[in-house]
C-alpha cells in the first residue's frame, strides 16, 4: 500500500515539474522572510546599567517651610553612570528617569501605591554647577551623561554601537513635598530603580541601593546640590537644611508632589 502511494506521488512531481518547481521557489521564500523576521526581531539593543564611584547618593532636605503643619522638603539624587550596549544593535540613550518607593507606614492606598510600587522622578534637574572632588591638590570633574558640562567641551557620546559603554552623572531634584513622600531610608541607604529609555521606545532597567546622606555630603560633590529649585524661584535655603523630621516623615500623609 504504502509502495503504491510513493509511486504515485513520484509520478505526480514528475508530470508537474513546473508546478514543483513553483512551490519550492514559494516555500524557500517563506523560510528566508520568516527566517528574516526573526533575525530581525533578535537584533535590539540592551543597555547594562551600572553604578560607579563617585557621586552616586540620595539627600531628603526641608526647606525652610511648611504645609498643614509638615515640613516642606526636597529630594536630590545624584548617579554616577556607566551604560554599555551588550545587545545586537546599536542604539542611542533617549532619557533617563528614577523610581523609588514612599517612606510610609500605615496600610493605605497611597501605601499600595508609592511604598509597595515605585514612584517615579520623570525629568532631570539642571545641575547649576559640575560634579567635582577635591583629590589632594587637584580637581576631579565628573562628567554628565545627557546634560552639558560647563567645564567639558565635549559632552558625553550617548550612541552606543554594540559592546560600546557611556559613563555620566544624572541629576534629580524632586520639588515641593511633604509627610513621607521621599525615599525610604535603611541603614543609611535607600532602594531606587533606574529606567533608561533608548532611541527604539525600548526600556533599559536595574535596581541599586544608594547611600542616603546628609546635605553638607552632597555639597561637597556639588556647591550647587539641592538648589535648582531655589535658584529658579528666587528662594533662600536655610544654612544647614536639615532631614525631615522622623515623627512626621513616619505618618500617613497624602504626601503630593506640589
Not at 127 to 136: K, P
Amino acid at each position: 500500500m504504502l509502495q503504491q502511494i510513493f509511486i504515485a506521488v513520484a509520478k505526480w512531481f514528475n508530470d508537474n515539474q513546473g508546478v514543483t518547481s513553483v512551490l519550492i521557489f514559494g516555500a524557500t521564500l517563506l523560510v528566508a522572510w520568516v527566517t528574516g523576521i526573526f533575525s530581525a526581531l533578535r537584533r535590539r539593543p540592551k543597555f547594562k546599567i551600572n553604578t560607579i564611584d563617585g557621586p552616586t547618593f540620595c539627600c531628603t532636605f526641608t526647606t525652610g517651610k511648611q504645609h498643614n503643619g509638615y515640613d516642606v522638603h526636597r529630594t536630590g539624587i545624584a548617579l554616577y553612570l556607566s551604560v554599555s550596549n551588550v545587545g545586537s544593535a546599536p542604539s542611542s540613550i533617549e532619557d533617563v528617569c528614577i523610581g523609588y518607593h514612599w517612606h510610609l507606614n500605615r496600610v493605605s492606598l497611597l501605601w499600595l501605591r508609592y511604598k509597595i510600587g515605585w514612584y517615579w522622578l520623570q525629568r532631570q534637574a539642571i545641575s547649576l554647577t559640575d560634579f567635582q572632588v577635591q583629590i589632594g591638590d587637584q580637581v576631579k570633574v565628573f562628567p554628565f551623561l545627557i546634560q552639558r558640562s560647563s567645564i567639558m567641551p565635549i559632552p558625553e557620546d550617548t550612541f552606543l554601537e554594540i559592546g560600546k559603554s557611556a559613563k555620566g552623572v544624572v541629576y534629580f531634584e524632586q520639588e515641593d513635598s511633604w509627610g513621607g513622600c521621599f525615599p525610604s531610608p535603611a541603614v543609611g541607604s535607600v532602594r531606587i530603580k533606574v529606567k533608561i529609555t533608548d532611541v527604539f521606545g525600548g526600556h533599559h532597567t536595574a535596581k541599586f541601593r544608594i547611600p542616603f546622606v546628609d546635605f553638607a555630603y552632597g555639597l561637597k560633590y556639588n556647591p550647587s546640590f539641592g538648589q535648582t529649585y531655589a535658584k529658579l524661584r528666587g528662594e533662600s535655603l536655610p544654612e544647614n537644611p536639615a532631614l525631615p523630621r522622623s515623627e512626621e516623615a513616619t505618618r500617613q500623609s497624602s504626601a503630593q508632589v506640589e
